[in-house]
């Protein structure tokens, strides 16, 4: 146990003797999917769709590669139609998941965006959201 101890002291808080590897270094981006109604009120997800956020951003980060990885190219240089195409894709996942009852009546139809974060220069720049797909139901 000692000489783990001084190891550890040692290594201090590096891959993968950390608690946080990922966590290691933070990106001067961020960006979250949302879900809304046609007038653009949220729907929240966990209670219509069974699933988050966080879980329908890595759906559609893996759809939108699988669009640009043939290519040899980033998703972060994706078009706006790659994203379109990928964003109807999750938002087609999506409507399969409503649990009846769930949606507010009179919803007619529902839009997926990405809403993004950015600190530049020490300045917090919150863009406006980009529509990447919507469908009725």
Excluded at 34 to 52: E, K, L, N, Y
Excluded at 60 to 79: F, S
Excluded at 89 to 103: D, F, M, P
Excluded at 108 to 135: I, K, N, Y
């Amino acid at each position: 146990m000692t000489l783990l101890t001084v190891f550890l002291f040692f290594v201090k808080e590096e891959f993968p003797f950390s608690n946080f590897p990922m966590y290691s270094n933070f990106d001067n981006e961020a960006d979250v999917l949302f879900v809304t109604d046609q007038t653009d009120a949220p729907v929240p997800m966990d209670r219509v769709f069974r699933t988050g956020s966080a879980a329908t951003k890595k759906t559609y980060k893996g759809e939108l590669a699988r669009l640009v990885n043939p290519e040899g190219r980033d998703t972060k240089d994706a078009t706006a139609a790659e994203r379109s195409a990928a964003g109807q894709v999750v938002l087609q996942s999506l409507k399969k998941r409503i649990k009846a009852g769930t949606l507010p009546e009179g919803t007619t139809a529902l839009r997926l965006f990405l809403r993004t974060f950015r600190l530049e220069d020490g300045v917090f720049h919150d863009d406006q959201p980009e529509q990447l797909a919507e469908v009725q139901l």
